[in-house]
């Protein structure tokens, strides 16, 4: 979602700027636009990629050692140029419509969404301020304006003070060029500080700054920051003076490269034996430490696990819910992370959260995260793929998964390592609470260790794959059905297949066909049937058996020895192996393949799916 990149130099800085907008490109965007000073304001936008921005920069010959620049999700107003960030203030007597470039005074980018917007803007229309756009972003824009009187940073504290919602800013002011003031709170800001203090930069991610700066400052829930030729500082959200550590993070920028792939979701499809190799680097045995250095007292001390995740990574919670009952015997339940704050719920002391991310910023995610320590369940871990994310630091304990950077929108490697480190986690928890037997712990262990192997097999069976993409191509809904441990891996391929082919899919439990979803089903329903060789392996071939009797199309991933064949009407792709707990991380390999190619043969927008963003970082 939303991207910010800002800087003060002694140099034009625009390059670093759009650079760094085209490293945001992954996280989503339907505009974007980029700001500096040069004796004024100049500013360009477009709602095309940042290489038609680059294109209209350089036609406009905008160069300056200050300024801001944004990619925009749209939450207020649709994707249009008026609408598009940076947005100015050209004070009380001109619209920007009206005004030359000369009028306007502040410039300003911001992630998140602003609740009280609709108040402030009578506010200040009262004032005389009028608005261009539909954004609550102008809002704070003009807000900042009113309360200039000769320093930026206090204009901006006081302004902060009155909006209610989550944000990330990023603002200046042609009166003090070579200053770029910033806030933030439930949207993340860095700090990246510059070589000999020549240069100081602000961004929403530090893939922004890759090749431009390693040394970032993580600033912290309320925190502003004032960003200057040769110094910096930050106050906290008392408005006191706040020390934050500089830290050295290698942000790679490599891994954008697509290589021999069509897109970055096929990349990272044929990424994850890698990315879970990676994950488990190290892991020579079932350890609490795994988790960090108190897991130990706090694993021993817990009686139940409550799953916060949203998306992709609540399928990969639900899916952890039967290990670790099944495994660790510990009760477990799994909450859509944007529900679970707004509803009583009773809460329990002794409760292990478990937050699932892949940035490790998602705004739900984080908030409910924090209503749970709000109600006395202290103790937090987090699955994550971000070391130096918001979620990482607010947690007690943490996994990092090793799956990389991820371009593409819907996610494919990110969950599965998720699941790596899910598994893993359940076997800590059941060593520590004495359920795990050696001989157990050595055989999960050497299962995890066959992954990529495995992976590998289940990723030769594309072409496969691609003859049944050929026929949902030309469908527009589906249905997608497992049981038990495999019910999950159903609903994040109908996922899946949703997000970037926009093909209708549901999936349901395969024994509730018959309480509703059944009267859906004809032969332009093609039904999806994930079919391990497990103990519902029968149940499910009766389910099947209820498609088949009313002209439905199947289409059945199936292992070796399930007897499932193919015949009139019933389409199966054997999987190389059964694979017993850890089967889902196999069978949901072919799902993804499934969208991947059905978006292709449909000409869908694959990497970049309509009215989505990769990282979500507003409510």
């Known amino acids: 979602m939303c991207g910010i990149v800002a800087a003060v130099s002694n140099q034009n800085i625009v390059p670093i700027?759009?650079?760094?907008?085209?490293?945001?490109?992954?996280?989503?965007?339907?505009?974007?636009?980029?700001?500096?000073?040069?004796?004024g304001l100049k500013r360009a936008r477009s709602t095309a990629r940042v290489a038609e921005l680059q294109a209209q920069v350089d036609a406009d010959h905008i160069a300056g050692g200050t300024g801001i620049a944004h990619t925009r999700w749209a939450t207020h107003g649709a994707p249009a140029v008026h609408n598009a960030h940076p947005h100015f203030s050209h004070g009380r007597q001109a619209s920007a419509s009206s005004a030359n470039a000369a009028s306007a005074r502040v410039a300003l980018v911001h992630n998140g969404i602003i609740e009280n917007h609709e108040e402030l803007r009578a506010a200040l229309q009262a004032k005389g301020y009028v608005f261009d756009s539909q954004t609550d972003t102008e809002v704070i824009v003009h807000l900042v304006d009113s309360l200039y009187d000769g320093d930026l940073f206090e204009a901006l504290k006081s302004a902060v003070t009155q909006l209610q919602g989550a944000y990330a800013i990023a603002a200046f002011c042609k009166d003090e060029p070579h200053r770029v003031v910033g806030a933030r709170a439930g949207s993340p800001l860095i700090l990246g500080v510059g070589k000999d203090g020549a240069e100081h930069f602000l961004a929403s991610d530090a893939m922004a700054l890759a090749g431009v700066t390693d040394q970032?400052?993580?600033?912290?829930?309320?925190?502003?920051?004032?960003?200057?030729?040769?110094?910096?500082?930050?106050?906290?959200?008392?408005?006191?003076?706040?020390?934050?550590?500089?830290?050295?993070?290698?942000?790679?920028?490599?891994?954008?490269?697509?290589?021999?792939?069509?897109?970055?979701?096929?990349?990272?499809?044929?990424?994850?034996?890698?990315?879970?190799?990676?994950?488990?680097?190290?892991?020579?045995?079932?350890?609490?430490?795994?988790?960090?250095?108190?897991?130990?007292?706090?694993?021993?001390?817990?009686?139940?696990?409550?799953?916060?995740?949203?998306?992709?990574?609540?399928?990969?919670?639900?899916?952890?819910?039967?290990?670790?009952e099944s495994i660790a015997k510990i009760p477990t339940q799994v909450e859509v992370a944007s529900e679970y704050r707004y509803r009583t719920s009773v809460p329990n002391p002794r409760t292990l959260v478990v937050t699932i991310t892949q940035s490790g910023e998602t705004a739900d995610t984080l908030a409910a995260l924090r209503h749970a320590q709000s109600l006395g369940m202290m103790q937090t871990l987090t699955i994550c793929n971000v070391s130096t994310s918001a979620m990482v630091r607010e947690c007690k304990l943490a996994y990092v998964t090793r799956a990389g950077v991820e371009i593409g929108v819907a996610s494919t490697k990110a969950f599965t390592a998720q699941l790596a480190g899910l598994f893993l986690l359940t076997l800590a928890l059941a060593q520590s609470k004495g359920r795990l037997t050696d001989e157990e712990e050595a055989a999960h262990l050497k299962a995890m260790r066959h992954l990529p192997a495995a992976l590998s097999a289940v990723l030769a069976l594309e072409p496969q794959v691609i003859a049944w993409a050929e026929d949902f191509a030309k469908m527009e809904n589906a249905l997608f059905l497992g049981r038990g441990l495999h019910y999950p891996i159903a609903l994040e391929g109908a996922l899946k297949l949703k997000e970037i082919s926009y093909i209708h899919a549901e999936a349901y439990p395969a024994g509730e066909l018959k309480h509703g979803p059944l009267a859906l089903v004809t032969s332009a329903m093609p039904v999806v049937a994930v079919a391990p060789n497990d103990n519902l392996l029968e149940k499910l071939k009766s389910n099947l058996q209820e498609v088949r009797a009313r002209g439905g199309v199947l289409y059945v991933l199936a292992d070796a020895d399930s007897r499932l064949a193919t015949t009139e009407g019933i389409h199966v792709i054997r999987m190389p192996e059964h694979y017993g707990p850890l089967s889902p991380m196999l069978h949901v390999v072919p799902l993804q393949l499934l969208a991947y190619?059905?978006?292709?043969?449909?000409?869908?927008?694959?990497?970049?799916?309509?009215?989505?963003?990769?990282?979500?970082?507003?409510?």
């Not at 650079?19 to 490109?25: I, S, V």
Request: proline share 3%.
């Open 17 to 39: 700027l759009v650079q760094g907008l085209q490293r945001l490109e992954y996280r989503g965007y339907d505009s974007c636009g980029v700001a500096v000073y040069d004796g």
């Open 216 to 324: 970032i400052v993580y600033l912290e829930e309320g925190d502003l920051v004032d960003i200057q030729l040769g110094k910096f500082w930050v106050i906290d959200r008392q408005h006191r003076a706040a020390q934050r550590p500089v830290k050295t993070v290698v942000a790679h920028s490599g891994a954008a490269e697509l290589g021999p792939y069509r897109h970055y979701m096929q990349k990272e499809i044929f990424e994850q034996p890698r990315a879970i190799a990676d994950t488990l680097e190290g892991v020579e045995g079932i350890v609490p430490e795994l988790f960090g250095d108190d897991a130990y007292r706090v694993f021993k001390d817990i009686d139940s696990v409550l799953i916060l995740a949203c998306g992709t990574s609540y399928y990969s919670g639900c899916t952890a819910k039967y290990w670790l």
């Open 597 to 619: 190619h059905t978006a292709v043969a449909r000409g869908t927008d694959v990497d970049k799916p309509r009215n989505l963003a990769k990282s979500v970082t507003v409510e």
